[in-house]
Each structure stands twice: as structure tokens, then as C-alpha cells.
């Protein structure tokens, strides 16, 4: 799905600058330094977003160390207590930057590849694919663009054009079926 | 699709699609055009002097008389194209020394519907006395005298839509309300009738080719849309790939070559709500010599409408229920409508539709290249909603 937030940052911060900035009143000072303060803003997110995963990860990283150099802390129950609790909290944050593995831009890489290599069989096979296995991919493909589509359309609703909204099963319900 | 740089696509890759969907000779030109703006600076907003300067030197080419640009002022309205509204003081060929008011519709560096102002032009000058079009007046197709090709025509007084009422960005689903469809939709139909029985072979269309009879306007208009998603896609739609397959396998010959107007749909008439008449047929810019199926089934499209005040009754358009329009359709047009066709067209609609907001909405916005990004992006949302119309009409039609 290509609707994204760095696509949708970059088109929110065009139109700040080229349409809405000129437009506001430069004899309000308030809305003048607001509305900068709001290019300024949506520009640091759009250039640290990509960053934004990396970022946690690599804290998590720092924090683990952090917490096994300080398990050499010795001292009385209050203590003990608090190193119990910091150690179960390190083990669950293990966890966690264990499968935290792939870096967001892979995660959207990988789909991208997919994506184009069964676009590619579809045009192969539609070329020279056995007549009788047409049908099956057919099949395949349009099962699979019910679920995407079903997707795109929950996560696009707010948009406002979808005629009948209702009927859009919500995106939070969609994905935790899965 | 991941493998080519489309923001800088190299003149191989350009060549190896051209030989691949071979297209109209006009299409290809502003394909090419297109493909070869990608590569430098976005659209950066344009003063309304720059524009007027633009336009007086396009004036200076056309008048012999003094003339004088008057009132010139930004129109809002549609997603691909800028406009400018103005009034031009002049000696009107016939009429003497006149005011008239007149709009500017300029390309920007690239538009979520790439096309050519020279056959726009054409057909608007074509239409005169067929149906309500304002006059054409100039066109300066290359961009050799604004910033970027654009047609200079007449204003016409009216609205898209009911002052009151609300409608999405792209001006899809209005509600005319229930006193206005019957006029309107009247008129609509009428309309259709008469652009679709049009002779357009006696008019000046040079920058149209004319296909053979049989499947061969079929198979331009799907390489036209198949080049244009290999061109701007970002990432692949497996979907899409399966219906151009599924649309190349059962290509419909075509019984009557028809001018098609592309785009019929609300939202590009503007009507006077006194008397409720459809003032000017406005956005030629995706016509092409073809099959009349096409614009019966564009109107179709669920996207393209609405339901009545009782929730009971869908109303295409706005304006009636698509039964209701084919057989008024058919009885003003002396023409039939075959719903074997009529579905394929729908198909097809769906797909170009999908096309349009998907990739080159995206394609445009992401390279920065128009005065309205932000409108783009949002209106991708119609586009998921196309392709899920595309999938249940695959789905229908096995």
C-alpha cells in the first residue's frame, strides 16, 4: 500500500509552504510563528521517521547493556528487589529486540519484491503458462487482492470516499485477526 | 518494477516501453514529454503575473489588435490541471471591441492525468453546436509561450454542484438533490447521445489517429493505460496485472467507432441552478475515437454516485439508476447497448481508475510536480476503492 508517512509528510509540508504559509496573515504574528513552528515540526518527522525504529532498537540495545553491567550492584533487600525487577525487565526486553529483527524499510522492501515477482508470473504465465493452470492463479490472485483490498480501503475510509463506510470492517479488527 | 529508477527513468527503459505499447502518435508524445520533465524540478508555485506574461506573449502571437488582460484570477476546482481566470478586452473578430471573460487551463510539470492540450483543444472546437462547450480560442500545445502547454477558452457561467451542497476532493458524489436529476439527467443523457453520434470524421481532430474496425482501439487504449502503469507505479498490483491480461483476452470488437468522451461523469458539467440547464461539458483531455461502452459503463462506476434520500435506490451520477439511463440512452441515441460490452467497459474503468489515483496520483506527488500534492495524495484513497470494484467485476465475470 503506497499511502505512507513519508509520501503523506512531503505533500502536507509542500502545501504548508507553497500555499498555506503565503496566505497567512503577516500582520499575525502568533499564526505566522505557528504555522513555521508546523513546516518545522512535519519536516524534522519526515527527515527521522525512516530513523525512528533504528532509534528504539539501538536504545534497547544500550538499555540491556546497561542492565547487565548494573546486575553487578550488590547491596540489602530494597536493593535485591530492584535488581530482581530489572533483571525480569531486561530478560522481557531481550525478547522484544529479538524479534524486533528487521529494519521497517526491509519490511516494506521485501513486499515491494514480492509484490513485483507475482505481478511478473501473472504476465509470464498469461504469456506462455499452461492454459489449464489460468484458472488457479486467477483464483489465487483474486482471493488474495479481496484481503489486501479489504486492507487499503479500512486504512484509506477516513478519506471520505467510500459511499457506504460502515460496511469497511475497521483496520485494528482486520489486522488482529491475523 | 523495483529495478528502474522511475524519478530519472533512463532513455532505454522509455524506448523498450514504447515499443511494447505502441500507442496513439499524440499519446506517445506527451508520454515521452512526460517521462522526460521526470527527471528535473518540481512544479514551484507560478505568480499570476508570470501566467499573464505567458498569455500576453501567446496573445501578441494570435492578435493583430492592442489587447489588454484584465482581472486575472486563480479558479479552484479539479486535480490536474491550474487555472486562471480573466477577462480579455479585445477587437473580437465580428463583434468589435469587446470585453470577454475567459479561463487559462495550464498543465503543471506533471499531472495525475498526463495528456495533450492540442487534442483537448481540438475536440472543445470541435463540439461547438453538438454540445454546450465553451469556445475555444487559442491553444499553445509545446509550451512555447506559458511555463507549460495549455488552452486559453471562454468562461462559462454555472456550477458542478449545488452551492449547498458537499463533496469529496474530486468533486465525486454530489447530490444534486431530488428536484434537479430529472433535468439534469435528461440532459445528460441527450448529451451523451449526441457526442456519441457525432461525425467526427468530418472535423479537424488531426491529433487523433484513427483505428481500424475491429479490437484495435481496444488494444491502444489498453497499451495507452498498461505503458502509463509501468511508467508510474510504485509498487505492483498483482491485481492489475491479472485484469490488463484479463482485458486483452476478451477485447470486444467494436460495431461503431465513436467519439468518446473519457471522462462523463458529474462533476465536469457546469449547470445553472435557476433553470437547471447544462451550461458547458468540460475535462476532454482522456477522449479518444473508441467504443461508446466505454462512457455507459464509466457512469457505471459505484464510485460515481450515490443513494437516494430513502437509502432504496443507487443513483449513478447523482442523477438516476443505471438501468433508467440505458434505456433512455438507447431510445435517444437509436444506438444499442450491449451488456456483454457494457460490463467489459466497466472492467476496463475500474482498472484505468485504479491506474490514475494509484500510480500517477502517486508518481506525480512523490516527484513533487504540481500545485496540489496534498489533493493527490488523499484522493489515493479512491483508488484502493476502484480496485476493489475491478476485483469484484473480475470476480463476476470469471
Known amino acids: 500500500m503506497d499511502m505512507r508517512p513519508a509520501f503523506q509528510l512531503q505533500t502536507v509540508i509542500k502545501a504548508m509552504t507553497d500555499v498555506v504559509l503565503p496566505a497567512v496573515d503577516p500582520a499575525n504574528k502568533l499564526a505566522q510563528e505557528q504555522a513555521q513552528l508546523v513546516v518545522g515540526m512535519l519536516s524534522l518527522l519526515l527527515q527521522r521517521l525512516p530513523l525512528q525504529y533504528r532509534y528504539d532498537r539501538d536504545e534497547l540495545q544500550r538499555y540491556l547493556q546497561l542492565a547487565r553491567e548494573l546486575s553487578a550492584v550488590r547491596g540489602g533487600a530494597q536493593t535485591q528487589a530492584a535488581l530482581a525487577d530489572l533483571s525480569a525487565g531486561a530478560a522481557a526486553g531481550a525478547g522484544v529486540l529479538q524479534r524486533a529483527a528487521a529494519d521497517p524499510a526491509e519490511l516494506e522492501a521485501a513486499v515491494l519484491e514480492l509484490r513485483a515477482k507475482v505481478g511478473e508470473l501473472i504476465g509470464a504465465a498469461n504469456a506462455d503458462g499452461e492454459p489449464a493452470s489460468l484458472p488457479g492463479l486467477q483464483r489465487s490472485v483474486l482471493a488474495a487482492a479481496k484481503v489486501q483490498t479489504a486492507r487499503e480501503r479500512a486504512w484509506l475510509a477516513p478519506t471520505g470516499f467510500e459511499a457506504d463506510p460502515k460496511s469497511i470492517t475497521p483496520i485494528e479488527r482486520q489486522l488482529s485477526s491475523d | ?398
Open chain 2, 1 to 398: 518494477m523495483l529495478a528502474i529508477d522511475k524519478q530519472n527513468p533512463p532513455r532505454e527503459w522509455i524506448e523498450s516501453l514504447r515499443r511494447q505499447f505502441p500507442c496513439e502518435r499524440e499519446i506517445d508524445r506527451v508520454l515521452q514529454g512526460k517521462l522526460a520533465r521526470r527527471g528535473g524540478p518540481g512544479y514551484k508555485p507560478i505568480a499570476l503575473a508570470t501566467l499573464c506574461s505567458g498569455l500576453q506573449a501567446l496573445l501578441r502571437a494570435e492578435l493583430r489588435e492592442p489587447f489588454e488582460v484584465l482581472e486575472p484570477q486563480w479558479l479552484a476546482g479539479g486535480a490536474s490541471k491550474l487555472q486562471m481566470a480573466f477577462k480579455l478586452s479585445w477587437q473580437r473578430p465580428g463583434a468589435g471591441r469587446t470585453v470577454t471573460p475567459m479561463v487559462l487551463r495550464m498543465e503543471p510539470a506533471e499531472s495525475i492525468v498526463e495528456t495533450s492540450r492540442l487534442r483537448e483543444f481540438q475536440l472543445i472546437k470541435a463540439m461547438q453546436g453538438v454540445v454546450p462547450v465553451p469556445e475555444a480560442y487559442w491553444a499553445d500545445p509545446l509550451g512555447k509561450y506559458l511555463p507549460y502547454p495549455a488552452i486559453v477558452y471562454g468562461f462559462v457561467d454555472g456550477a458542478a454542484k449545488p452551492k449547498a451542497s458537499v463533496s469529496n476532493v474530486t468533486g465525486l458524489g454530489i447530490n444534486f438533490g431530488p428536484a434537479a436529476r430529472g433535468p439534469l439527467g435528461r440532459q445528460y443523457v441527450e448529451h451523451l447521445a449526441a457526442i456519441h453520434t457525432f461525425d467526427w470524421r468530418g472535423a479537424e481532430l488531426s491529433a487523433f489517429d484513427v483505428p481500424q474496425s475491429g479490437a484495435q482501439s481496444v488494444e491502444w487504449m489498453l497499451n495507452w493505460w498498461a505503458r502509463i502503469w509501468r511508467e508510474d507505479a510504485n509498487e505492483e498490483i498483482p491485481l492489475l496485472r491479472l485484469a490488463e491480461a484479463w482485458l486483452r483476452r476478451n477485447a470486444p470488437p467494436i460495431d461503431r467507432l465513436s467519439l468518446v468522451h473519457g471522462d462523463y461523469r458529474a462533476g465536469n458539467f457546469l449547470y445553472s441552478e435557476d433553470d437547471l440547464r447544462i451550461t458547458a461539458w468540460l475535462d476532454w483531455e482522456l477522449a479518444w475515437i473508441g467504443d461508446r461502452h466505454a462512457d455507459l459503463a464509466y457512469m457505471s462506476l459505484h464510485t460515481l454516485g450515490h443513494y437516494s434520500e430513502d437509502g432504496g435506490t443507487y443513483l449513478q451520477q447523482g442523477l438516476m439508476p443505471m438501468e433508467a439511463f440505458l434505456e433512455a440512452y438507447e431510445k435517444c441515441s437509436g444506438l444499442p447497448v450491449d451488456r456483454a460490452k457494457f460490463r467489459y467497459y466497466r472492467a476496463f474503468h475500474a482498472y484505468r481508475g485504479a491506474i490514475i489515483m494509484i500510480a500517477t496520483g502517486y508518481r506525480a506527488a512523490r516527484g513533487a510536480k504540481t500545485h496540489q500534492d496534498l489533493l493527490l495524495a488523499w484522493a489515493m484513497g479512491l483508488g484502493y476503492v476502484l480496485l476493489d470494484e475491478l476485483r469484484e467485476v473480475l470476480e463476476q465475470v470469471g
